[in-house]
């Protein structure tokens, strides 16, 4: 079992920047490839960004490319998404997720653990 466990959102408002970190206990954290998510109200969950196991790879939603940045440290179970310049159409709950497979992957369906989610609000 991998538990996950999201930190770090709030409320901020436009252009303003946001570092979620995502906390993941188990045994095998580093074979795992990890990614983010999104739900925002009225509207169906979303891909983000993804890092493979190693953190050499990641991968983004073009609306979100070149402002936010995926890490990980895997010494510290951790992963993390840096959120800069945000936008209100960036508000949603975001989600950490583990994939059951080391390459990075947008598809839900590829990850097999998720957190609870945290609340980003970015007002006008």
């Known amino acids: 079992q991998v538990q996950l466990v999201e930190s770090g959102g709030g409320l901020v408002q436009a252009g303003g920047s946001l570092r979620l970190s995502c906390a993941a206990s188990g045994r095998t954290f580093r074979n795992y490839a990890m990614g983010w998510f999104r739900q925002a109200p009225g509207k169906e969950r979303e891909f983000v960004a993804t890092?493979?196991?190693?953190?050499?790879?990641?991968d983004y939603i073009n609306s979100v490319q070149g402002r936010f940045t995926i890490s990980r440290d895997n010494a510290k179970n951790t992963v993390y998404l840096q959120m800069n310049s945000l936008k209100p159409e960036d508000t949603a709950v975001y989600y950490c997720?583990?994939?059951?497979?080391?390459?990075?992957?947008?598809?839900?369906?590829?990850?097999?653990?998720w957190g609870q989610g945290t609340q980003v609000t970015v007002s006008s």
């Open positions: 997720a583990a994939a059951a497979r080391a390459y990075s992957t947008s598809y839900p369906g590829d990850y097999a653990y």
């Open positions: 890092i493979n196991y190693s953190g050499g790879s990641t």
